[in-house]
């Protein structure tokens, strides 16, 4: 199974400046890149995804103009490791996958947590209630008690 590897490149710019096309892999020929950058060749490898602030692209139909591309080799999407918040990939034919996701998060991606309270409604008898770290709380109003306040109290 191979591994995903993420990484920076050389050099001690912080931030991308996207004044100019970006070039995946490697530079425009017709600009010279400065010494400055540490930069000495260019990519060797294969790039399978492209994520900048969260947002996702796609590296065939979202490209200008491509040069030497070739398929990575890549049939399981899963060693990708796509899927967030534990959820298990599990590898479709196409090639494709999806995410099981855990009871607490949904999404392509398991990327959207779920709101319990919204979605169960465990607290009863008008109680109120409230997301936590671990999972939710209930509110009771008065005159009930108990986790999801159902027990009462007179």
Do not use: W
Request: aromatic share 4%.
């Amino acid at each position: 199974m191979a591994k995903l590897h993420k990484g920076t490149s050389p050099g001690s710019t912080v931030g991308l400046n996207l004044k100019l096309p970006l070039f995946l892999g490697g530079a425009d020929p017709t600009i010279s890149v400065s010494e400055n950058t540490g930069v000495t060749r260019g990519f060797i490898g294969c790039v399978a995804e492209l994520t900048v602030n969260d947002r996702k692209y796609d590296l065939i139909n979202d490209a200008i103009e491509s040069v030497n591309i070739v398929d990575c080799g890549e049939r399981r999407l899963c060693e990708r490791e796509p899927c967030k918040n534990n959820g298990i990939c599990e590898d479709l034919p196409g090639p494709d996958y999806r995410c099981l996701c855990p009871s607490t998060h949904t999404g392509k991606l398991c990327e959207i947590k779920i709101n319990i309270c919204l979605t169960n409604s465990p607290c009863q008898n008008g109680s109120p209630c409230s997301i936590t770290n671990d999972g939710y709380r209930c509110d009771c109003i008065l005159g009930f008690a108990g986790d999801h306040c159902d027990q009462g109290l007179y």
